[in-house]
């Protein structure tokens, strides 16, 4: 624009005001817009938040592995259980193993090879086979007895209604029923009467009573006939008399590989027909073995040979906590690991003794 | 229409853009508000079968300390002498000792019941809420522990920044006359 002689020019022409103005937005645009991206990457020092110390961690990751040389056995099977949420085996004298679990009963063949499966309404609890013919189903509150084909051929319903079975044991002298909703074990006749109740506090030794905090909670009658129970709570594995009576106790609440890890463990073991046992705990996957007398004589499975356990656990998901390892001694002498979380079962086999 | 009409004077001008940024507020007030109203009736919770005890809760509250705290179910409890709640994962010994405790504010405090029985108990106003207990609890024993949104303390953002950083989720509305998600009420876990 050009201005007449004499007249006042315009400090700012409407094209210049313009201009400016698109400049001036620009830049605070700009500027906001960088403002946002350094707040959204974090990387301006107002909005950084404080990062916890080491020492908020749970940290037990130094005992998730265990030492290759400890190793006595080796895998020589692993596959998925056909059934929902798996939480026990039983293993007959045929070799046929059962898996019980929400929906009912798995049976496969000592190859993992699935020969049928059993519907039942509700969760199975805990398993045993009994005698050649049946099979006895620990649900809460009842005992099922099943013909081996599956046909219901009794319930035992003489229990408190939350009674929750989470072992049977058939032994020649009765049959024992680990309830630990109630902290007790059931002693039961063949007909599936009650006959007694231990209660773990009275005996020869001193007893603690049974500390049950999760839901595990095994009975199992060695060659000698005692009943051995778990008292998880306690770290130990007990023997009883026929009568009732703590006879003796063993086992130490430890990190360490000798002993049983976390607040409640073991979870299971089973009893070699020479005495000794194979034991499994939480929290830390570990199956391990002891002699006789309580010592510590090796390993069958570590932690990191549980890697889909260890993945749950240590994300801290709320499945880790009630998760358990069962396992069973097939009659070939193998043994049968049911992992609950990954829901696979591993058939480990004894090493060659040059390999030990 | 007359050159007189046609021009805007600088009053009026001011005057509309006055009155325009007026409504303008007016709006974005009745907005705000009837959008706080909706959600007056809810408040943020953690469902304790989500949380994974990542330890956001600490840092990520607006409040200097977080509003979330560790709360323990009584009933599940097992009431365990060696609680990995409370226990160091490797403890000297199984006593009271600061070197043996889990917890690194010594927000949890155990009593003697009856041999062997021991009830833990926490301390609210040592707790961060960063939920290393929790985890000992879960690993190894029955998820007795676990963490919630204090209501006597959270002031509800409309946007938690908790629930914002929240790497599994575990945060949701619930209703206010029923504000805690406990194990076995409406949690997963």
Redesign the interface.
Known sequence: MKNEPGELKPSLDRRAFVRSAAWGSGVVGLGALAGYALKRTGSGTQTE?????A??????SR?QTSDPALKRYDELLRYRVGIESARCIAVAEDGVLYVGGDEGIQVVDGEGCELAVIRLARPVQSLAVMGSDRLLVGQKGRILVLGLDGRELESWDDFPEDMLPTSIDVSELAVHVADAANRVVRKLNEAGEGIGVIDGRSGVVEG?GF????PYFCVKTGADGLLRVTNP???RVEAYLPDGRLELAWGR?S?AIEGF?????PVDFDIFPDGSYVTCE??LPRVKLYDAHGVFTGVVAGPEDFPEYLAV?N????K???AGIQAVIDPAGRILILDAIAQKLRVMVRKESGNE | MSEETKKLSRRDLLCGGARGAGLLGLGAAAGFLGGRESHDDEVWQIDPGKCIQCGLCTTECVLSVSAVKVVHSHGMCGYCQLCTGYFDPNPVSLDEGAENQLCPTGAIEREFVEDPYYEYRILEDLCVGCGKCVKGCNMFGNGSLYLQVKHDLCINCNVCAIATACPSQAFRKVPKDDPYLLRGKGAIG
């Open positions: 938040k404080p990062k916890l110390g020492e908020f961690s749970y940290d037990v005992f603690v500390k049950v905090p999760s709570g306690a770290h609440a990190f890890c976390g607040c409640c463990n939480k929290g656990v994300a801290g998901a709320h880790a906590a009630g």
